[in-house]
């Protein structure tokens, strides 16, 4: 699976955005997708996570409530849709791929940067 994420930008706090991934070679509809982050000398973070169908959604602490996890499957892409942003939500964002049922991600995207100014 090819994973390309993009949609970042610099925005102001309050402000919204909305990130894409759009998965190419195996199906996308046999993997799990999530979402990560890192802000620089910081650990890579888990943000959200959906399943295959689109029925099970997972939040990390930091966005729940604020940012939103999609799936279109007929587009082999995954959405995270982010409101109220703030300064401490400034990162790269990375999608990644997983089996279900297994807990490591197997395929990685390139990262998309997100700045949220004050």
């Known amino acids: 699976v090819q994973l390309q994420a993009s949609g970042g930008g610099l925005v102001q706090a309050g402000a919204s955005l909305r990130l894409s991934c759009a998965a190419s070679?195996?199906?996308?509809?046999?993997?799990?997708m999530g979402w990560f982050r890192q802000a620089p000398g910081k650990e890579r973070e888990f943000v959200a996570r959906?399943?295959?169908?689109?029925?099970?959604?997972y939040y990390g602490d930091s966005v729940g409530g604020r940012f939103i996890i999609s799936r279109d499957n007929a587009k082999n892409t995954v959405y995270l849709q982010m409101n109220s942003l703030n300064p401490e939500d400034t990162a790269v964002y990375y999608c990644?791929?997983?089996?279900?049922?297994?807990?490591?991600?197997?395929?990685w995207g390139q990262g998309t940067q997100v700045t949220v100014s004050s």
């Open positions: 990644a791929a997983k089996r279900t049922g297994y807990s490591r991600y197997e395929y």
């Open positions: 070679g195996r199906t996308f509809s046999e993997y799990d």
């Open positions: 959906i399943n295959w169908p689109g029925n099970a959604l």
